[in-house]
């Protein structure tokens, strides 16, 4: 099956310092990727959504000068946190959706997410 | 913008029973999809079942089945025969664009 692959599963930075979290879909080409976000025992918030080739397309209420994204190509996309602060720190989480499906409705994929934290 | 809703935020039930996990949601869109995902301990998001809402059947997928009722916006899902793998957090989730929208999320508990 289809399988969303995240990195790194936890990183734990200093405040200040960017932290750059991947997302690679291994077999299947995605020109659509979404970054969410969830807080202890809460639901999955959507960041944002990367397109391939263009700008990502950001949720009202995040910044995105803070959460840079880029989907340079049909399997990669980043989320990268820039200066990171202590309240940044989260439980990130991407998925995709297999373009070949030829539908927008068709299962995304997760990947497992990664544990952010800042000291 | 839609919304969902989950009223129970944590429920416990007897291995090999059945347990029933509600979910209202709200909008104003005709076409669209509904899931259930499971997030375990481990944090992996996994989909459970999936309703078209231009199919009047209910879904079914082994012991998981969902109950959708279109008027009234609701659309719970059912397991039965519970295991104790069934321990996790599960999200309903809506879709009529190619964005997800979850609930708050049910965390259940499968008691030995």
């Known amino acids: 099956g289809a399988v969303v692959s995240q990195h790194p599963s936890w990183v734990i930075c200093k405040s200040g310092t960017s932290v750059k979290i991947e997302c690679r879909s291994l077999?299947?080409?995605?020109?659509?990727m979404f970054w969410y976000r969830q807080f202890p025992k809460q639901s999955l918030m959507l960041m944002a959504t990367?397109?391939?080739?263009?700008?990502?397309?950001?949720e009202q209420g995040v910044e995105k000068d803070k959460f840079l994204i880029n989907h340079a190509s049909l399997t990669l996309s980043t989320l990268t946190v820039t200066s990171a602060h202590p309240e940044d720190s989260s439980f990130y989480i991407c998925?995709?959706?297999?373009?070949?499906?030829?539908?927008?409705?068709?299962?995304?994929?997760f990947g497992n997410g990664t544990r952010l934290t800042v000291t | 913008a839609q919304t969902v809703t989950q009223s129970q935020p944590e429920m416990s039930v007897q291995e090999a029973e059945t347990v029933t996990l509600s979910c209202t949601y709200d909008?104003?869109?005709?076409?669209?999809?509904l899931f259930w995902y499971k997030q375990p301990p481990s944090r992996q998001m996994i989909l459970v079942i999936r309703q078209e809402a231009y199919k009047q059947q209910n879904a079914t997928e082994n012991r998981f089945s969902v109950n959708f009722q279109k008027a009234a916006k609701s659309f719970s899902l059912k397991i039965s025969d519970s295991q104790l793998g069934d321990t996790a957090m599960y999200f309903c989730a809506f879709q009529s664009t190619e964005k997800l929208t979850f609930g708050t999320g049910t965390r259940l508990t499968i008691i030995p």
């Open positions: 990367s397109n391939e080739g263009s700008k990502a397309t950001y």
């Open positions: 998925s995709a959706r297999d373009m070949g499906t030829g539908s927008y409705n068709s299962p995304l994929h």
């Open positions: 909008t104003s869109e005709n076409n669209y999809y």
């Open positions: 077999d299947f080409q995605a020109t659509t």
